[in-house]
């Protein structure tokens, strides 16, 4: 887990990253019916308004929420073992990025149908479907890879505070 500000916003633009991109290949896909180069394309063109938008929704707001959530019920830091931290905050990060992101994707579906009377029922379909592929995306690959790739790029005690 990042131990600074500075590692923290280098893990979050990193975990966003890996985390917008696979969901919005996966909502393409979803909506699409398939898994093609034309599905991951599309979802590459609309990557940076979601991963921007992400980004602004975990720095700003989520990530303060989640973890003092986690860490007001659910773990102690210094107690609890740092795996169970990371699966709590992970977890406590995870339930409303779907809930938000979700909403972004209705909107956005929205502006492209011009059906803005459906963005309730989208968001609410949408948000079991990304639960569901999210959380344990988040858990078992996303989580593991970026921390991994962050400690190797920046090893404890290497970005200054």
């Not at 609309?46 to 991963?51: C, E, L, V």
């Not at 740092?82 to 909107?107: D, E, F, Q, T």
Request: proline letters at 6%; charged letters at 10%.
């Amino acid at each position: 887990m990042p131990k600074n500000h500075r590692e923290s916003l280098i893990y979050t633009v990193l975990m966003c990253f890996v985390m917008v991109l696979w969901m919005s290949v996966y909502n393409v896909a979803m909506l699409q019916g398939e898994l093609s180069f034309a599905v991951v394309q599309q979802a590459w063109l609309g990557f940076p308004i979601a991963y921007v938008f992400a980004m602004c929704c975990d720095w700003f707001f989520v990530s303060k929420i989640a973890k003092g959530f986690a860490f007001r019920f659910l773990v102690k830091p210094g107690v609890s073992s740092p795996r169970k931290m990371v699966i709590a905050v992970s977890c406590c990060m995870v339930v409303p990025m779907v809930l938000i992101m979700s909403l972004y994707g209705a909107v956005e579906a929205s502006v492209h149908t011009g059906a803005w009377a459906a963005i309730p029922m989208i968001w609410l379909t949408n948000i079991p479907k990304n639960f569901i592929m999210a959380l344990p995306f988040q858990l078992i690959i996303a989580g593991p890879l970026v921390r991994l790739v962050f400690r190797k790029a920046f090893p404890e005690g290497t970005v200054a505070g």
